[in-house]
């Protein structure tokens, strides 16, 4: 017995067809970005606890000059994570050069590091008048110790870490708007100081 093709056999072709190609662009459009999403969450990782010893650094500065993290022993220091090639990294550099008296008065260290070159780092040094250490970490080993890394090649997470004089870790500032982080900052540093 031969079995006759129905009457709308290539409708019902192109049909299967318009549903297969929905289906993959749902999976496309909707499924892809979630995974990814959910893998940048989860491998991004958690801050270094506070009460943690900060790991040790050693990289090049905006002026070529190697700078370890031992320089600062005996001072709070704020390590910051920026992007300079964004907006917000440029907003952070503002922010924190109108602050920058402030954070003098009450002897705090400033540290930047970013994936960017020495010469990157020296040209916005001196486009915003920065005149503390901006370093440069190209292979983002430093970046990674700090767990400021993220998924996304070459970007930092906005995070920075509070350090007391002898190198451990007070607090964590992760994701803030930097005039709100600089507040924070100001008033825990007076506030821990005390102690």
Known sequence: ????RADNFELQKQVHRVIIKVVV??????ILPAVYAIG????????LPVG????????LNQHSAYVKSSNYIGNWCLIYFYNGNRPDGLMQAKRIKEHYDVLQQINLRLVGISYES???HHDFAEQLHLTHDLLSDPEG????????????????????????GK?????VYLDLEAEVQLLAVEND???LAKH
């Open 167 to 171: 190198g451990i870790i007070k607090k």
């Open 189 to 191: 540093v007076r506030e």
């Open 25 to 30: 662009g749902m999976f496309l459009i909707f």
């Open 1 to 4: 017995m031969v079995r006759r």
């Open 52 to 59: 943690k010893e900060a790991p040790e650094f050693g990289l």
């Open 40 to 47: 940048v969450m989860v491998n991004n990782g958690k801050p």
């Open 141 to 164: 080993d430093v970046i990674s110790d700090y767990s400021a890394h993220t998924s996304m090649n070459h970007m930092a997470k906005n995070i920075a870490y509070l350090i007391d």
């Open 118 to 120: 020495v010469v990157t």
